[in-house]
């Protein structure tokens, strides 16, 4: 499935349950990564209700799903450079949304071998981030304590999907498991 908006980790065995029961909420396919699941979603905000939904009616669903993460933009690079580029633009238009905050970005890559470092990527954003708020004059500080929020990027091969979380919303969201 080239057109993903939702990546899922699977714990061990649950690979098959999981597809089970996370075909109730979208199109769920496979990967050629272990224990990794794509799907294609018509609405993140009613997929998150619905997965917490399921997860209060199927309890074991949130033993079988080690992580799942909707995104809210996605985009296709074929490069370190195309990845940046677009990365860093989506990044930027939620520099409101991070104005005087504590975040930090967290890059789950999957593919793309030893081309991309998810560390040097982290960095990268969390630097130009911190500089658009400076220029913005509502500096935002890095923090991996108790964040105000989180840049969540995944990668399948040379598709990302980038979202911003806030601490409700992985409160609110078990499955979602961020760092």
């Not at 905000?45 to 619905?50: A, G, M, T, V």
């Not at 949304?97 to 040097?120: D, I, P, Y």
């Not at 509502?138 to 969540?152: Q, V």
């Not at 979380?165 to 078990?174: A, I, L, N």
Request: hydrophobic fraction near 45%; include cysteine; charge should be negative.
């Amino acid at each position: 499935m080239r057109d993903w908006n939702v990546v899922v980790s699977v714990h061990g065995e649950g690979f098959v349950r999981a597809c089970q029961l996370l075909g109730r909420l979208g199109r769920v396919e496979r990967t050629h990564f272990y224990n990794v699941l794509v799907m294609k979603v018509a609405d993140r905000q009613q997929f998150l209700s619905e997965l917490a939904n399921l997860a209060s009616v199927v309890p074991e669903i949130l033993s079988v799903l080690s992580r799942v993460v909707p995104a809210s933009e996605t985009f296709e690079f074929d490069s370190v450079e195309a990845f940046e580029a677009k990365a860093r633009d989506i990044a930027l238009a939620w520099v409101p949304a991070l104005a005087n905050k504590s975040f930090h970005v967290r890059f789950h890559r999957r593919g793309f071998g030893a081309e991309m470092s998810s560390q040097l990527e982290e960095r990268f954003l969390d630097e130009a981030l911190l500089a658009a708020l400076d220029e913005a004059g509502a500096p935002g500080r890095i923090s991996f304590e108790d964040p105000d929020a989180i840049i969540d990027i995944e990668t399948v091969d040379t598709r990302a999907g980038m979202s911003i979380w806030t601490r409700e919303d992985w409160q609110s969201y078990p499955f979602l498991k961020l760092d």
